[in-house]
């Protein structure tokens, strides 16, 4: 059997893109400077995988900020407003991906949403009505040629024709019909370019095939590769699917003329029936290496899904899961992690050595005999060590009065409205402030040992007591302190807990130059001290005005870990639920009356079909929310945030988290969210972001107002909030003092407006 990689981590070992590409953006840096980093990646990453004997490796699975803003650029779906910029065509990329502010003008990036149910963002494209689809780029074929001149054979890994139409956003009266002919026709132009270059597979990635389809849904796909498939030429294409089954479409795969097929066995709950539908004829690229998750694969269960499939199949490939762009690059950095951790684990690195190991297994008579299989059979038989019998006793003696706090929330939102006497459109922030050098300095210093615990923490006071002078100066009401002890908002809290390890250089890519390092969830999991109340505590005492204490969620540090594999999500995030329980009752009992429970990643990990939405999610995941705030007092106001997603299908979900606030990012999607809060009755008070902090541009007075003025639309003015739709850690204090200077004017504005109606 062959292997095959479906697409690479691109930020480098040690983040050279991340780094490269930030210095390009502060003009340290030319734009050839920035391409030659590129380039060298591009070429290192094929390196590694062809010494590790895969046969399929993709080229074009580069990309400097996201996949799908490089299909829209490919086709020539650039909105009008980035081309009238006049800057070169990488500017121009960057900017359709962060926006732009300068002398040339002054844009918003694209929308940004969550890929399927990853924590990686892709950029939504944008078809306006004047759009002319059309091959327009170059990049796949030069990407192509680069390995090819290097020796490498690869397979061009494009997003899919049909996938790319579901994930646009129409901004007039266009529809994907309307554009469907245009778009096969590029794609056909595609295959005849990559004929020419001698390519002997094309790569379609298709994952929106595992979502549900409608009858309309599986026209467009018919017709749109129906029109490709006829003119692929001597090429053959592979139709790639991940993060799922498609059980709504696999008599159309298996009745079009692909060469391949990939499927999804890991995430995939039906792809092993599924795949006795589809043409024997076709290659099956297996997805049996976990591209999601970082524990090494179980050969045994490995090879019985390989040998159920043979009988069916012709040729079988054996594939990773997913692209590894969700992995972190290789274990071969974590020189601190102890080896009896390390033995249990495989990185994108490792996954390779894994493919080829199984490549082995497969080519023997006796594959069961081979010392690749009975090492790792070895493995898997030995105790990992990872049992708290206290917690397993906590968790199972949970009650349905646990979930439930009184009094209800009506009486609630009375009751803290005269405690804390807030002013109409009450302003805050998410939580965190910008994490500036001498800050990533001083926490650095401390893990090295370099200054002790208490030039640390009078170095993080004086930190927390500027960042609360500073909030009262800008005339904020509610104010936060800063986090300037955090790392990251999962990995610090992971860091405080029993059962989780944690690594040096294990960063994946989360959105553009933004890398998170998520935790592992080892064992069951418990509280080993308090997290954050000495700081929040700190912090009250400074001022006068109610101080946010700041947690992060069960489901969101759950989902932002690579999870256990041994027990079950919903009884892993009921442990950390408890856990985070008892800092909240701690917070309380100190004096902090507002305490913000961060569910940033709730959608994340909401199965892709809305059958599944109850049984295998919510069902766990906002009862752990509850849990986590249902023993405090009424007075005690809980808020919650929530990131990048489409919300508007679990409204009324997230209203049963019985939060007293919450707040979204909102802002890069036009606030599309309100129509749905008003649909729904959202009974909560709302905060939806009024700008974006993920590009460095500075709101006006006048943009804030104007958005302010569309909530009211549809938001009773008495339950909305005003405030920036994420964190502020990765923006610079010269962002952020003028944006929030103008956040607090356009509030004060506001409320002039109205109460003079």
Known sequence: MKTSVIGY???????????????????????????????????????????????????????????????????????KRYRELGVSELDTYFAMAKGYQGDKGDVKALAMKKWFNTNYHYMVPEIEDDTEISLSGTKPFDEYCEADKNGIKTKPDIIGAFTFLKLARFTGNKTADDIADSVAQAYCEILEKFNSLGAEWVQFDEPYLVRDLNDADKVLFVSLYEKILSQKGSAKVLLQTYFGDVRDCCDEISSLDFDGV??????????????????????????????????????????????????????????????????????????????????????????LVELNELKKIFSSENPSQTEEYKTNAALFSEDRDCDNKEVQKKTAALSENDFVRLPEFAEREKIQKTVFSLPLFPTTTIGSFPQTADVRQNRAKFRRGEISAEEYETFNKQKIKECVALQEKIGLDVLVHGEFERNDMVEYFGECLDGFIFTSKAWVQSYGTRCVKPPIVWGDVSRAKPMTVKWSAYAQSLTEKPMKGMLTGPVTILNWSFPREDISLKECAYQIALAIREEVIDLEANGIKIIQVDEAALREKLPLRKSDWKSDYLDWAIPAFRLVHSGVKAETQIHTHMCYSEFTDIIKDIDNMDADVITFEASRSDLTILDSLKENNFRTQVGPGVYDIHSPRIPSVDEIVSAVEKMLLKIPKEKLWINPDCGLKTRGNEETVPSLENLVKAAKLSRKNVLEK
């Open 9 to 79: 981590p691109r930020i480098g070992k040690d983040r050279e893109l991340k780094f490269a590409s930030e210095k390009y953006f502060r003009n340290e840096i030319t734009e050839n400077e920035l391409l030659e980093t590129a380039k060298a990646l591009r070429l290192s990453h094929w390196e590694v995988q062809k010494s590790n004997g895969i046969d399929f490796i993709s080229s074009n699975d580069f990309s400097f900020y996201d996949n799908v803003l490089d299909t829209a650029v490919l086709l020539n779906a650039v909105p």
């Open 262 to 351: 990939g499927l999804d066995f890991v995430e995939g709950k039906m792809s092993l029936d599924i795949a006795d539908k589809i043409d024997g004829n076709k290659v099956l690229f297996a997805g049996v290496v976990n591209g999601k998750n970082i524990w090494k694969n179980n050969y045994e269960k490995t090879t019985g899904i390989i040998d159920k499939l043979k009988s069916h199949f012709g040729e079988i490939v054996i594939n990773t899961s997913c692209s590894l762009l969700h992995s972190p690059y290789t274990l071969k950095s974590e020189t601190k992690l102890d080896e009896s951790f390390t033995k249990h684990l495989a990185f994108a690195e490792e996954k």
